[in-house]
């Protein structure tokens, strides 16, 4: 199984720490996740919780997270 190349914003970090977010749960979201376009984003949609992030080339860049709700 391979590691996704992941980055967090400030404000994603903040946000993972806060609602008790894990990396697992983030890579699994963006691997498992139902996609969502959206301005030049994506969002991504799994389990109990909403990642929304950009990809640049093989880089998923974190923007934030959030409880579907």
């Known amino acids: 199984m ?3 190349r992941i980055e967090f914003t400030k404000h994603a970090k903040e946000q993972m720490i ?10 699994e979201g963006l691997k498992r996740g139902t996609k969502i376009p ?7 949609v ?5 990642i929304v992030y950009k990809k640049i080339k093989d880089v998923y860049y974190i923007i934030t997270l959030m409880y579907r709700w």
């Open 38 to 44: 959206q301005n030049g984003k994506f969002i991504s």
């Open 2 to 4: 391979f590691t996704l």
């Open 18 to 27: 806060d609602r008790g977010f894990s990396r697992k749960e983030i890579e």
């Open 46 to 50: 799994y389990s109990y919780y909403k």
